[in-house]
């Protein structure tokens, strides 16, 4: 396929971004907001890396589809995402969940949600349609896929990365032939197919898909009909076309966007735990993940702030911070930052220490506060004094304690604290 017809064909794909997952996994983190707008590597949204992708691989019509609790979301994408120009037919629109069929219900499924917006979906009259999920953080350049989708005629493509067999239980699996020919999936297997060649490895469905826009219009028409059917495109849809018609995966690694390590980044930051190590990676001398490769940046909703700011250097107290990201509008004002990551406009007071944790936007760390292998939720007040992941039982009083031991902390559960006594 030569450059000129993949052109084409990139501006005749819709891509759509299903961004309504309530992220339960992530406890108090989306009480108030979708999993997909939650903050990210000091300055992003989750949002940010599946769109990013789209415009860096030359495709610039998105949708996103929302439901659960999409406010803080729908204002992201509103300030960060209207860059794109509509008279060159490139646009992010924003496809809330709106009862569109006759039964008037929310979104049953992944290929319900698709399916509730046919009639948007015709308006824009694509010839390919890239289902995304909008939760996970990774590079990917979608036009690769979309290539190999073309060149072999198939109906479906399905973005697949390999995952050791002993874990290969914890995904959807697939598995393929020489040829890439899907032949059969499997969901969460003890005993899981391997990958030609591989017999260490398993191939996990990414959540990622292509299909001939057609054909996937009239596949979900006869899917709703189905009364069986959970209406769900990993569960139902892909598995139904075994054997019916041409079905292919396409490796993650032809067409992941490499960072200064040689893995094939992609992660589910779908639990604090994940979370918190997803975040801290980005502290280390070579992340797992390269976010300063302007060959392929991540886009995002900038507010604006200054520079981030050290006060206070003598023998007391000397504000510092090492192996630590620090945001634009932080003031570290003679406490201690380390191993830990801080988003914007958060103040660390003197004689305070701030360790191994992330801590999101507009927090405050008061005097002789300890904070230690923790997650601090967007305005978060710590008081003077307080001690944080220095004793898991009595963390366990007050906050959330992750099952490898991150403290969770928000505004709601800080104001349920006792007074902290005062220091003398």
């Known amino acids: 396929m030569d450059e000129v017809n993949l052109i084409a064909a990139r501006k005749d794909t819709l891509a759509l971004v299903l961004a309504g997952g309530k992220g339960s996994r992530l406890k108090n983190l989306t009480e108030v907001q979708a999993k997909p707008?939650?903050?990210?590597?000091?300055?992003?949204?989750?949002?940010?890396?599946?769109?990013?992708?789209?415009?860096?691989?030359?495709?610039?019509?998105?949708?996103?589809?929302?439901?659960?609790?999409?406010?803080?979301?729908?204002?992201?994408?509103?300030?960060?995402?209207?860059?794109?120009?509509?008279?060159?037919?490139?646009?992010?629109?924003?496809?809330?969940?709106?009862?569109?069929?006759?039964?008037?219900?929310?979104y049953q499924g992944t290929a319900d949600a698709v399916y509730q917006n046919l009639e948007t979906i015709r308006a824009h009259s694509p010839r390919y349609i890239l289902i995304l999920a909008g939760d996970h953080i990774y590079k990917q350049d979608y036009s690769k896929m979309l290539k190999q989708h073309?060149?072999?005629?198939?109906?479906?493509?399905?973005?697949?990365?390999?995952?050791?067999?002993?874990?290969?239980?914890?995904?959807?699996?697939?598995?393929?032939?020489?040829?890439?020919?899907?032949?059969?999936?499997?969901?969460?297997?003890?005993?899981?197919?391997c990958i030609p060649g591989k017999p260490d490895r398993s191939f996990a469905s990414m959540g990622i898909y292509i299909f001939d826009a057609d054909f996937l219009i009239d596949l979900l028409e006869k899917d709703a009909q189905d009364k069986n059917s959970s209406h769900d495109f990993g569960k139902d849809i892909l598995p139904s076309l075994i054997g019916k018609v041409k079905i292919i995966a396409h490796r993650f690694q032809d067409s992941c966007v490499f960072n200064k390590t040689d893995e094939a980044y992609w992660r589910d930051v779908g639990t604090l735990d994940a979370y918190w190590e997803a975040n801290l990676d980005l502290t280390n001398?070579?992340?797992?993940?390269?976010?300063?490769?302007?060959?392929?940046?991540?886009?995002?909703?900038?507010?604006?702030?200054?520079?981030?700011?050290?006060?206070?250097?003598?023998?007391?107290?000397?504000?510092?911070?090492?192996?630590?990201?620090?945001?634009?509008?932080?003031?570290?004002?003679?406490?201690?930052?380390?191993?830990?990551?801080?988003?914007?406009?958060?103040?660390?007071?003197?004689?305070?220490?701030?360790?191994?944790?992330?801590?999101?936007?507009?927090?405050?760390?008061?005097?002789?506060?300890?904070?230690?292998?923790?997650?601090?939720?967007?305005?978060?007040?710590?008081?003077?004094?307080?001690?944080i992941g220095e004793d898991p039982k009595e963390d366990a009083k007050y906050f959330h304690v992750s099952e490898k031991g991150v403290v969770l902390v928000t505004p709601a559960m800080l104001a349920k604290l006792p007074p902290v006594p005062e220091l003398s």
């Open 37 to 106: 707008a939650v903050p990210f590597g000091g300055k992003f949204r989750i949002i940010d890396f599946p769109l990013s992708n789209c415009i860096n691989s030359g495709m610039r019509r998105m949708c996103v589809l929302t439901q659960y609790k999409a406010h803080s979301l729908i204002k992201h994408l509103q300030q960060g995402w209207s860059f794109l120009q509509p008279e060159l037919n490139e646009f992010v629109e924003i496809w809330p969940a709106q009862q569109q069929t006759s039964d008037e219900v929310w």
């Open 285 to 387: 001398v070579i992340p797992d993940l390269d976010l300063y490769d302007t060959r392929w940046p991540i886009w995002t909703f900038q507010e604006q702030h200054p520079a981030a700011k050290f006060v206070f250097e003598s023998d007391l107290r000397t504000g510092m911070a090492v192996k630590s990201l620090v945001s634009a509008g932080c003031i570290i004002s003679g406490g201690t930052v380390r191993h830990s990551l801080l988003f914007s406009s958060v103040m660390v007071h003197s004689f305070s220490l701030v360790e191994d944790s992330v801590v999101l936007p507009h927090c405050v760390i008061n005097r002789h506060a300890r904070v230690r292998k923790a997650i601090l939720a967007q305005g978060c007040v710590i008081p003077r004094g307080l001690v």
């Open 150 to 193: 073309i060149e072999a005629g198939a109906k479906a493509t399905v973005s697949c990365i390999e995952v050791p067999l002993e874990k290969a239980h914890e995904f959807g699996i697939l598995d393929a032939d020489e040829n890439s020919n899907i032949v059969r999936f499997v969901e969460k297997p003890k005993n899981p197919p």
